[in-house]
Nanobody, 124 residues
Framework: QVQLVESGGGWVQPGGSLRLSCAASRGTFSSYAMGWFRQAPGKERDFVAAINWSGGSTYYADSVKGRFTISRDNAKNTMYLQMNTLKPEDTAVYYC?????????????????WGQGTQVTVSS
């Protein structure tokens, strides 16, 4: 059973950048497709980005396409989310998630394992 720990959140001004990391343990990381989701106060958890087992296939929500980049390093058991040109509407708790399958999925209900979340705040 894989365990996930996010890091890299914080406060940033609009237009700034952050890189989130999701470290996995207790599992064969390369056997899992991974995803990032976010939840703003009073809102549902939304899909942000997903990546397949090898990193060769990626998917993005329209709201982050062109600004965010998802990647993974299977040798380090870690997934990343590079976030550029951040906007106040990107403020949320960001969660990483894993599912034991090779192909990526954008559906939160497909994921079996979740991290505890990391707060990202974008404001001036």
């Amino acid at each position: 059973q894989v365990q996930l720990v996010e890091s890299g959140g914080g406060w940033v001004q609009p237009g700034g950048s952050l890189r989130l990391s999701c470290a996995a343990s207790r599992g064969t990381f390369s056997s899992y497709a991974m995803g990032w989701f976010r939840q703003a106060p009073g809102k549902e958890r939304d899909f942000v980005a997903a990546i397949n087992w090898s990193g060769g296939s990626t998917y993005y929500a329209d709201s982050v396409k062109g600004r965010f980049t998802i990647s993974r390093d299977n040798a380090k058991n870690t997934m990343y989310l590079q976030m550029n040109t951040l906007k106040p509407e990107d403020t949320a708790v960001y969660y990483c998630a894993a599912v034991r399958r090779y192909s990526a999925t954008t559906d939160a209900t497909d994921y079996d394992y979740w991290g505890q979340g990391t707060q990202v705040t974008v404001s001036s």
